[in-house]
Nanobody, 127 residues
Framework: QVQLVESGGGLVQSGDSLRLSCAAS????????MGWFRQAPGKEREFVVG???????YYADSVKGRFTLSRDNAKNTVYLQMNSLKPEDTAVYYC?????????????????????WGQGTQVTVSS
């Protein structure tokens, strides 16, 4: 069982930055593909960004150039740096772990493949 704990959400203004963290309770460095999803009120959950064990990243078009995902395997933690935030980025952000990520080329944007989820952290961007 892997527990994921997110932190770093908050209320910011348009154009500001935030950094979210996701700490895993167990070692995830070599076998888990880590992802971030978000869900805004009245909308479906959507994939934001993911990272393989060797650092290969995959971004949704809506956040490319603004968000950066990194991982510190020694700390079992991933970091989502969000810059140039927009009101449409407002959502609950969830960290998730996909245990099928042993291959460096594996990635998934489908939430159904992720076995473990954090509790979510609210990000609110005011205009």
């Amino acid at each position: 069982q892997v527990q994921l704990v997110e932190s770093g959400g908050g209320l910011v203004q348009s154009g500001d930055s935030l950094r979210l963290s996701c700490a895993a309770s167990t070692r995830t460095s070599s076998s888990f593909f880590m992802g971030w999803f978000r869900q805004a009120p009245g909308k479906e959950r959507e994939f934001v960004v993911g990272i393989s064990w060797n650092g290969r990243t995959y971004y949704a078009d809506s956040v490319k150039g603004r968000f950066t995902l990194s991982r510190d395997n020694a700390k079992n933690t991933v970091y989502l740096q969000m810059n140039s935030l927009k009101p449409e980025d407002t959502a609950v952000y969830y960290c998730a772990a996909d245990r099928s990520g042993t291959s460096a080329s594996y990635y998934s944007t489908n939430g159904a493949t992720y076995a473990y989820w954090g509790q979510g952290t609210q990000v609110t961007v005011s205009s």
